[in-house]
Structure formats: C-alpha cells, structure tokens
C-alpha cells in the first residue's frame, strides 16, 4: 500500500535539477527563543520555549525518539552555570511520531515549525543561560538533508525578589551536573519493519525519502471503494437500490437527489468512522505503538486470517441481525431521513466483505496525521457510493452488468488469498522486532509463493472451495488473472535466494535474515573486480559500502592511495541518517554498470557527516569555518564538505583527482541510473584528461 505513490515531486525535480548542478550551503534556520512568565522569582521554575520555523517541502527530526535508528536526533547541550539548573529533559512540542521504513524504527519529525521547552529552576539573579543546538532538516521533494548547529542565549529573563539563603550556590558544586539533555527512547531494533507502509512521506507522512503522496493514498482508498462494490455483499444490492430510487420516486429530478442524499449519506457514514479514528489516532502516540508494538499487530495478524477463512467459504461474518433489522425498518421512512437510514443498511449488510479493506485503510492512515484518516474513509466512501448513484442517474445502464452468479463467490475467494498472504506482513513485524525468528525472508518468501500459486490454481479451475459453482469453460479475465498470479510466483523465486525484489522492499522481511544469499557471494550479484592492495582501512570497523564494494572513510587515506594507484576519487558525503543515501544505494548503485564503475574506475570514499565517534584528542582541531573545535569523525566530515566543498547537504557525490581537484559537477540525489552513469563517465573522462 505505502509504495503507491504520485510521483509530480519527481518530475519536477527532474526538470529542476540543471538548476542544483553545483553545490550550494543551505541556508541556517533561525531560532525564536522565549520564555513561559515574563517575569520570575528566585527558586521558581520557569520554561525555556526554542522556536524554529521549517522552510516549505522541508522538515526537521526531534529530540523525542532513539538516536539507534539513524537519523540525527535534535541535540541541545546547556552550557553549566550556577544561576540556574535544569529540571527534567527537554520536550517536543507537536512532533509526529512514526515508523520509517527505510531506517526500520521509530522516528519524529516536525513540519512546518519545531517547538522545544526546557524547564529550569532559577537559582541566582540574572541568569546566564546558554545552549548549543544541533539538529537534522531534510528537503521532501530533493532528498537531501542538512545538519545545522546553532548557540542560543535566552537574555533579559526578569529575575524579583532576593536569593534564599538555602537556595543561592555559592560554588559551581550546585551546578547542574547533566550538560547534555537528550530525549530519547528505548532503542529500536533498526532490522524491524513496519505494516505498509506508514508514513515520508509521504502530511504525506515524512520520512525523508520516503514519503506518501496524501493524493496517492486517497486515490488507493477510492479504487478500494469501487472494489468493495464487486464483492458479493454489496453487488446484488445494486439493481435493489437503483430500482428503489425509479420506482418510489415521483419525479427523475426527485430519483437524482436522492441518489446523490444516497451516495453523500454513504461519504458521510464513512468520513464519521474515519473521523473518530482521526481523533483516536492523536493521543499518546498510538498511530507508532498500532505501527509497531507485537500485540496490535498480532490481533491484526488474527483478524486477517480469520476474515481470510471466511472469504475462502469456512463460516460467514455477520453483524446480529436484530441491530441490521432495526436500521433497516427505519429506511422506510419518507424523505431523505429514510435514505440515509438505507445508507446506513448497506454498510452493515456488506461489513463482511468491506470490513478487510476499511480497516486496512485505518491502519494506513492512523499515525498522527488528522486529516489522513477522515480523508480517507470519505474517498472509499465515493469509491463505494459512486456505482449506486451513477446507475441511480442512468437506471438504463443496469441491464449492461454481469447477472450475480459464481463469478461473485470467485472474487470472495480471490480476496480472501489476498488477505491470507498480507496477514503474514503484520506477524512479520513483531518477529523481527522481537528477533522471534519465525518469519525469516526465505520463510516469508515461500509462504507467499505457496499462497499465489495456490491462488493462480484457483483462477484457472484446478481447485474449487465448497460455495463455488461449476464453470464449463475458462473465461479470458481468470485466464489474464491467472497469467499476472504466476507471474507474480515466478518473479518471487530469485528472492529466495538472494534477490532484491525491489518492489516488494516494504512488505518483506529485510535482506539480512536471509539464510542463504547467493548475492553475496558475487558481490551484490554482478561481478566486480577487488582492490586486494587496499591495506588497513581506517574506520572499517565503523562503516561499510553497499553490495560488498570496497573503498575508504578517511579522507587522507583515500586521497593517498589514489595517488599510488592514480586514479579519481570517488566522494559519496553521506550519514547514517540519510534516507535518500539508502535509495541511491539500493537503487542506483545496484545497477551493474554503476557498480562496475565505482569498483573498478574510481577510489571510493565514503565520508559520514553525522557519526558520533570521537577521534583521539591529537586528531581535534578547530574550524575556520565557524570557529568550533571539531572532535567527531561525523563533525569533521560535515567540515570537510562545507569549507572545501561549498556544500552542507546529502546525499552527495563528487569526483576529484588525488590533488583534491574537482574533475565535473557535483551529483546530489536523482534516481535517473543513466544520470549516474554519465556523472561518473565524465568524472572519469575528466581525470584521463588532465
């Protein structure tokens, strides 16, 4: 579901990028900084409120979630002072919490605005109260993400009244002993993967490359709708319902409103359903915790296997009946009262068939988001209502449908396939958060081959369940059903050994619970020619290269080995929290040219912006860009590509020759794999040249 996307964002990146060609510094958020009284006594506590507005299409990661999963959580070091001391951590205000598929954990982000308070107790009069602030920003339409670092001084805090005897510190022995305050939460195992998919991006959920099309979403949940509409608990009552609205009504303008009071009665219900879950979805995190936590997606897991049982013909779901009779009598009723209530009738009459395909709508939209959920449930709303009222309109159309029959039962069965292989995607997610090992790739794999060539049987007759009819002959649209099902097997095959399958990245299990990876064991799956002469490389221990490629993560080494063997380096500026950097890798680098390329032509060097490692104290130095002793192999990265190479965001790319010369235009984040390639052929034209 959450790899359905609209991709305008793309193409008008495509027709901008000759424009971001070079590199460029992105420019620092500003802070606004205020506090909670206009005026406080000593001993008092009192709110440090930090305010940063976010640039259009940007957002910016919190405090509130564990640095583990990747990316840079906001980070805010109070400097030590005995004119105050700080009481408890600092806090969010407004962040959206959710899962991010790409890094598998729990993230939070701000749109818009990022709000942060921090409590402090005044101790002294006029407080000295300084703070260093670093923080993550991403653009959701280029993919590249900048780390800022900014020093905010709360001034002028009015401070009445004369310090307690038992309050004033006469020594820094009463400072506060904590400098650095740091939200987090418990850390999240970054191999788990959320129920698809949540979230980037794209409201939209945001989540660095990864977002949701809010359009995307509701046009799935629309075509949900129109679906829902051939299941056998709603197709019959279409001829009931379009004679209802011709027959009873004196007039055709009166038969047209009330199909359209039908229709929007039906918008309605729905919206009022996604409605409460719109608020629901907005306390104490749920949408992360429905997301994520084992016991809402085993109760999924559980409800999906057993509307699956039904739709295969075990038993029937239905609602009591004494509740459907009731609403029913009530569509007697004259005028549009009685509409509505026959609205309401046919929502519970095809609850059985609908009730799969609402809720997996509410799972997708519930997450924090507001408007997604009421959104939703009112596009499958018009999805559903739209047929009863276009043939309420054009009564004459009614006699062109199929007549019900076994085809009906067909389509049951065929959804109850679908939810038997998408209710292993909701086990999969405790399993591998909880490291439960029963859903292991391959196992994940072979369950749904196993479900959609069954499936792929069905289609073409080769075996019937006990509510099927006989059919004497195989139609063309099984026959095409039938063809796309075994397609679809034979393409999930490879994946059993070691396969990407790309497509499918959201809903299976990640590559690394793998048992048996033939890709491995050919780097990546291409052949790549190794660098055995690379010696020691520093930081080895620390980072790795996609698809078993080889390369360094120290500056002055790569640029020394390039020198002996002559050929151009390859800089790949990245971060453990780059979201666009991890599709790059899986989606251009994987290609075999690209791979072969970066191998075999270049020196790769991959530099990490946001690591936290310190380097031994001989290695810190200060930086004549801002001034500030960088000390973290992360912070001198970030230095390295904002004083030499005029640029602060990732990821990108540049190609230089051992002198540190630059040989062609910088890359940032394009998809477009030829792209790639003609950047690095030029890089390398650009080297033989010289």
């Known amino acids: 579901m959450s790899k359905f996307r609209i991709s305008i964002h793309g ?53 509130d979630f564990s640095d583990a999963v990747g990316p840079t959580v906001a980070h805010f070091e109070f400097t030590k002072d005995p004119s105050y001391k700080l009481v408890g951590n600092i806090k969010p205000i407004g962040s959206h919490k959710h899962f991010d598929e790409t890094f598998e954990g729990e993230v939070s982000t701000f749109v818009g605005k990022a709000e942060f308070r921090q409590k402090v107790k005044i ?32 001034k002028n805090i009015k401070v009445i009244g004369e310090t307690p005897a038992t309050q004033a510190p006469t020594n820094t022995s009463l400072a506060p002993s904590i400098d650095t305050i740091k939200e987090a939460t418990p850390a999240i195992d970054t191999q788990s993967q959320v129920s698809n998919t949540i979230a980037p991006v794209k409201e939209n959920d945001v989540t660095g490359g990864d977002q949701k099309s809010l359009i995307g979403f509701l046009i799935f949940a629309f075509l949900g709708g129109l679906i829902a509409v051939v299941t056998p608990c709603v197709f019959p009552m279409l001829p009931m319902t379009v004679t209802f609205f011709t027959k009873r009504s004196e007039t055709r303008a009166l038969a047209i409103k009330r199909a359209f009071s039908f229709g929007f009665s039906i918008i309605g219900i729905y919206a009022s359903l996604g409605l409460v879950f719109a608020f629901f979805g907005l306390g104490a995190d749920f949408g992360n915790w429905l997301s994520t936590h084992w016991v809402p997606n085993i109760l999924f897991f559980i409800i999906f296997i057993v509307f699956a049982a039904s739709f295969l013909g075990m038993f029937e779901i239905t609602l009591p009946h004494k509740f459907v009779n009731s609403v029913d009598s009530k569509s007697s009723m004259g005028n549009f009262v009685g509409v509505f209530f026959m609205a309401f009738t046919l929502v519970l009459v095809s ?76 086990l999969s997610i405790p399993d591998q958060t909880y490291h439960w090992g029963l859903l292991d790739r391959e196992v994940y794999i072979g369950i749904w081959i196993s479900v959609f060539f069954l499936m792929g049987l069905y289609l073409i007759g080769k075996i019937k369940f006990s509510h099927d009819s006989d059919s004497p002959h195989l139609s063309v649209p099984r026959l095409f059903l039938a063809i796309t099902t075994f397609t679809f097997v034979l393409y999930l095959i490879p994946g059993l050994f070691g396969a990407p399958l790309k497509a499918l990245s959201g809903y299976l299990p990640p590559q690394e619970s793998l048992d048996f990876d033939l890709s491995k064991s050919k780097g990546g799956g291409h052949s790549i020619e190794k660098k055995s002469d690379l010696g020691e490389v520093r930081f080895s221990n620390l980072f790795h290269l996609p698809h078993e490629l080889e390369g360094f993560f120290d500056y002055k080494q790569a640029l020394a080995y390039a020198k002996k063997v002559n050929k151009p380096i390859f800089i790949d500026f ?98 477009n794999v030829q792209n790639f390639v003609t950047f690095l052929e030029n890089g390398k034209k650009a080297f033989q040249g010289k």
Request: a negative charge.
């Open 123 to 154: 101790l002294q009069p006029n407080p000295k109260i300084k703070l260093f602030v670093e923080f993550q920003e991403c653009s959701q339409i280029t993919g590249m993400c900048v780390l800022f670092e900014d020093d905010l001084v709360f």
């Open 11 to 63: 193409i008008l990146l495509l027709g901008l990028l000759p424009f971001f060609s070079w590199a460029q510094i992105q420019q620092k958020p500003t802070w606004e900084l205020k506090t909670s009284k206009s005026e406080v006594k000593v001993g008092e506590e009192i709110e440090l409120i930090m305010t940063s507005k976010i640039q259009k299409d940007w957002y910016m990661y919190s405090s």
């Open 351 to 426: 609850f059985s068939c609908t009730g799969p395909i609402v809720g997996s709508l509410l799972i997708e939209a519930v997450g924090g988001n507001f408007v997604k959920p009421l959104l939703g449930m009112a596009a499958f709303g018009a999805g559903l209502a739209a047929p009863f009222t276009l043939f309420a309109i054009f009564p004459s159309w009614i006699q062109n449908l199929p007549k019900s029959g076994g085809w009906l039962n067909s389509v049951k069965v065929v959804l109850g396939f679908l939810e038997l292989a998408f209710a292993f995607k909701f």
């Open 574 to 671: 990245t971060g453990h929290g780059c979201v666009n950097c991890r599709e790059m890798e899986a989606n251009v680098w994987s290609d075999p040219t690209v791979l072969s390329k970066l191998q075999n032509d270049f020196v790769i060097l991959a530099l990490y912006v946001d690591d936290k490692t310190e380097l031994p104290e001989n290695e810190w130095y200060v930086s004549t860009y801002d001034g500030r002793e960088k000390k973290t192999i992360g912070k001198q990265n970030a230095d390295l590509q904002i004083s030499k190479y005029k640029a602060n965001a990732q990821p990108y790319y540049f190609i230089i020759d051992p002198n540190e010369n630059q040989l062609t235009q910088p890359k940032a984040y394009d998809l």
